[in-house]
């Protein structure tokens, strides 16, 4: 079946959770604590097709507020798609990139005082859940900090290899500071090529002296046709 994640369109299996369906496909929604319903990075809100994921388990219903349920809030670490129809999610961190670029202050507004409403009310109850399953040996602290570190090496690449996406209003003084460091680096070039007359060159870089040679080069070759 296809789903829509963050409005992209994604390969889906009844029986998956939507975390694994994002990492199949690619598409971001967070998991820095490896699906173990610690960090709740992987949050998303629910667009359309509540009924065809799972109902909440224990877990979700610790660490998100009635409040959240309402707007669609899940936990894709814990949400299992479990019948074919329509659905589209869209991760906490697009939605707070989409809040940002629109420039959106009223939005940013009503996000914080939501998700600070959260955290107020089901902290206690979210530490206490951890707790019971670490009691009850349904999770392993060692492996949780292992999958966390992880977790959080596979977040810093996506957002090395995002981050001109993710912000494309950094992408024009990013391209400027490339192109100052090019003519910075072909500047010194042609300043060693002109001192050493012609003998001496930085290594990979083309300096002015050289194109004209190649240029005077390739005028002067001549060819004649019998």
Request: aromatic letters at 6%; a positive charge.
């Amino acid at each position: 079946m296809i789903i829509t994640i963050n409005d992209r369109p994604c390969e889906a299996r009844i029986g998956e959770r939507l975390l694994d369906a994002a990492q199949h496909n690619k598409c971001h929604i967070g998991y820095i604590c490896g699906g173990n319903g610690i960090c709740q990075s992987c949050f998303v809100y629910v667009r359309e097709g509540k009924g065809t994921l799972s109902a909440p388990n224990n877990i979700e219903k610790a660490f998100i507020s009635e409040k959240l349920f309402q707007e669609g809030g899940r936990l894709a670490c814990q949400s299992v798609i479990v019948k074919e129809g329509p659905l589209s999610v869209l991760s906490r961190a697009e939605h707070l990139r989409r809040i940002v670029l629109g420039l959106n202050i009223p939005g940013f507004v009503t996000y914080a005082r939501t998700i600070g409403y959260n955290v107020t009310n089901k902290l206690p109850e979210g530490a206490g859940n951890l707790f019971e399953r670490v009691k009850k040996g349904q999770m392993n602290p060692g492996d949780s900090l292992s999958k966390i570190g992880n977790g959080l090496v596979q977040a810093s690449l996506l957002l090395s290899n995002t981050f001109m996406e993710t912000f494309p209003f950094l992408q024009y003084p990013g391209s400027l500071l490339a192109e100052g460091v090019k003519g910075t680096v072909k500047g010194a070039a042609d300043a060693v090529c002109s001192i050493s007359g012609g003998h001496l060159h930085l290594p990979g870089t083309t300096c002015s002296c050289s194109s004209a040679s190649e240029t005077k080069a390739i005028e002067s070759v001549k060819i004649s046709v019998k």
